[in-house]
């Protein structure tokens, strides 16, 4: 039965500390706040005093839904140690805005005022820092600046951004705060178990469209989310990855290497070029398997009178996953199997006529442009069924599997 199941939260049962330090960047902290709310985060907010110049603890509280803390001589915590009892059932702080001044301070280990007190007086081991940096392009670049950069990393701190473009003071360059969307991104990423660090996964996904003339042309109903969602997870666990995409519109993840084409020599070409790079290959591209032998330059047109509708002659495209599976130093490679019936039965010819050791199967026409979906994982050993979930979710689930086969290998 087709139930729509609603991904789980992704940061459900986790506290996040949520910093602000002085910067025009406070406005998107109030946004960030809500999405982390959304996504099933509890939010303690602390302000700098400078933080409370561009923007008010009221609307913080009242998106957090907790009073924020802006002193260390806040009297409301009985023993009068916010800066210790803050963060004890925290599962990271971050800080976002974090200013040039607030990072001078973090690398130097200063203890000035609230915020900075509660980051040095962090348990390390298990309350992580990360810091969403947001300044001007020239005191992001000054050499002061990179200095503490250097030194914050080397204390294990995580440095989401920043990003680049227009900046409030008209400048152009590095130094923007990351959009609340990416910042959550990241942070999901960042509790992601790393179980493909050092991997380059490549990835193929959605469509590809096999033109007839300039308007016309052969292709099939693949939304790419499946594929779109295996990058985004085989990112989120650590490896570098090469999406090669098919005509879809779909947003890239973040961190992902995307090379867009259109028709299946294209997606040949391109896979085939960073397969010899790669560790890993999903193939999750709905590959046309024949494309027209001729290319009409011009809109093929209705003849008055004609006896017979127009006729194409089809020729088979080059099968992508079987080339590169069958290379000298070919990657660990899956393919996907969408059918429409006897779903294993294909699924194991399939893995014997690629010649790779695992296929993914799945009902072709129940989850074309579906968010959930219902796989089935065939290799030589059986058959594991992950039970109806989001896309996303199964994503996260191939990777670990994918991740175990790999250490087994090695
Ligand atoms: N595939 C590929 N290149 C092709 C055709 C398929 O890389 N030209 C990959 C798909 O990305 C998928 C797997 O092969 O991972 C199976 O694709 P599918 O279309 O189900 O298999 P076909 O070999 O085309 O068999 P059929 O269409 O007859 O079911």
Same mark, same amino acid.
């Given at each position: 039965? =087709?139930?729509?199941? *609603? ?128 300044? =001007? ?25 920043? /990003? *680049?473009?227009?900046?409030?003071? /008209? ?48 292709? =099939?109903?693949? *939304? /790419? ?114 059918? *429409? ?20 199967? =799945? ?5 074309? /442009? ?41």
């Amino acid at each position: 039965m =087709n139930v729509p199941t *609603s991904p789980a939260p992704d940061l459900a049962g986790k506290h996040i500390v949520l910093g602000l330090s002085g910067g025009i960047a406070c406005y998107k902290a109030a946004d960030f706040t809500r999405e982390l709310v959304k996504a099933g985060a509890t939010v303690q907010v602390v302000m700098t005093e400078a933080a409370e110049r561009f923007i008010t603890p009221v609307t913080l509280q009242a998106l957090s839904n907790r009073p924020v803390f802006t002193s260390q001589w806040d009297a409301r915590e009985a023993n009068n140690m916010a800066h210790i009892n803050l963060t004890r059932a925290a599962d990271a702080i971050v800080v976002a805005p974090a200013s040039a001044d607030l990072m001078a301070r973090l690398a130097q280990g200063r203890a000035d005022d609230l915020l900075s007190l509660t980051c040095l007086a962090r348990p390390i081991e298990r309350c992580p820092l990360l810091l969403a940096p947001a300044m =001007n392009r020239e005191m992001w670049a000054h050499p002061a600046t990179q200095r503490n950069l250097a030194q914050l990393r080397a204390d294990g701190t995580t440095i989401l951004g920043p /990003g *680049s473009g227009d900046q409030a003071c /008209g400048e152009i360059g590095d130094g923007r705060m990351l959009e609340p969307t990416e910042l959550l991104a990241e942070l999901i990423a960042f509790f992601q178990p790393k179980l493909l660090a050092g991997r380059r996964v490549l990835i193929t996904a959605g469509p590809t469209f096999e033109p007839i003339d300039p308007v016309r042309g052969l292709t =099939n109903r693949s *939304s /790419g989310k499946m594929g779109f969602a295996v990058a985004r997870a085989a990112a989120e666990a650590g490896a570098s990855v090469t999406l090669v995409a098919g005509p879809v519109h779909l947003p890239t993840p973040r961190g992902v290497t995307r090379i867009d084409v259109i028709t299946a020599r294209q997606m040949f070409d391109a896979a085939t070029r960073a397969a010899a790079s790669s560790d890993v290959f999903v193939a999750t591209a709905a590959v046309a398997d024949w494309r027209p032998v001729a290319f009409n330059d011009h809109k093929i047109k209705k003849r008055p009178g004609a006896k017979a509708p127009p006729s194409f002659e089809l020729t088979e495209n080059p099968d992508i996953l079987t080339t590169i599976a069958r290379l000298d130093k070919a990657p660990y490679c899956v393919g996907f199997a969408a059918e *429409s019936h006897d779903l294993l039965e294909h699924a194991r010819e399939k893995l014997e006529r690629k010649g790779v050791p695992l296929i993914v199967a =799945n009902l072709g026409p129940a989850t074309f /442009g579906q968010d959930d979906n219902m796989l089935t994982l065939v290799d030589a050993s059986g058959e594991r069924e992950l039970p109806r979930a989001d896309k996303l979710t199964l994503a996260r689930t191939l990777v670990a599997e994918i991740a175990r086969r790999l250490g087994a290998r090695a």
